[in-house]
């Protein structure tokens, strides 16, 4: 199974600051790499698939980057509804799986 | 504005079984390939199963192998997870996945 590390695993931060999060994957996963956002409560929402392309009215002010088994997601300029905790996602070999959530707070 | 919405959830004894129902709308249902997920709050999702747009193909965790079967109807615009012999580690909210869009779950809960 591919194994996927986020860090940190959480993070405080303030309305308007950019926030790097990481994932790491335990083996190459070629471009099937996406991040979701979820909130306290609610089911996961996806903002990015394929590594950099932004889902269905998602914001610009979160971007994907990365490559073979190291991936990041950026949020420039935190909103409220920004905090949340972010999850990673492979879903190039079987079984899919998620890394293990960043949580992210207000400082 | 594609909606996704599961029903089927609730409370089962260890050894019951479920049928969970996913539906969506806003989106050509026989195109894209499915899964389900479950999340026990607080903790990391975890994939359940998949199924391909035509339902050729199936895959499912190790730990559900043998115990759920996943299957779609397409003309209904419907695809369905049978959980048989459920046990307790089977608790957690299921959700349907659809190209991105998920919808807000149903909750399972296996307890004697």
């Known amino acids: 199974d591919t194994q996927l590390t986020q860090s940190p695993s959480s993070l405080s931060a303030s309305v308007g600051d950019g926030v790097t999060i990481t994932c790491r994957a335990s083996?190459?996963?070629?471009?099937?790499v996406g991040w979701y956002q979820q909130r306290p409560g609610k089911g996961p929402k996806r903002l990015i698939y394929a590594v950099s392309d932004l889902h269905d009215g998602v914001p610009s002010r979160f971007t994907g980057s990365g490559s073979g088994t190291e991936f990041t997601l950026t949020i420039n300029g935190l909103q409220p509804e920004d905090f949340a905790t972010y999850y990673c996602?492979?879903?190039?070999?079987?079984?899919?799986?998620f890394g293990g959530g960043t949580r992210v707070d207000i400082k | 504005e594609v909606q996704v919405v599961e029903s089927g959830g609730g409370l089962v004894q260890p050894g019951g079984s479920l049928r969970l129902s996913c539906t969506a709308s806003g989106l050509i249902f026989g195109r894209w390939s499915i899964n389900w997920v479950r999340q026990v709050p607080g903790n990391r999702p975890e994939w359940v199963s998949h199924?391909?747009?035509?339902?050729?193909?199936?895959y499912y965790a190790d730990s559900v192998k043998g115990r759920f079967t996943i299957s779609r109807d397409n003309s209904k615009n419907l695809v369905f997870l049978q959980m048989n012999n459920l046990r307790d580690e089977d608790t957690g909210i299921y959700y349907c996945?659809?190209?991105?869009?998920w919808g807000q779950g149903t909750p399972v809960t296996v307890s004697s």
């Open positions: 996945a659809i190209t991105g869009y």
């Open positions: 996602l492979q879903s190039n070999t079987f079984p899919i799986t």
């Open positions: 083996q190459a996963v070629g471009i099937d």
């Open positions: 199924i391909t747009e035509s339902g050729t193909s199936k």
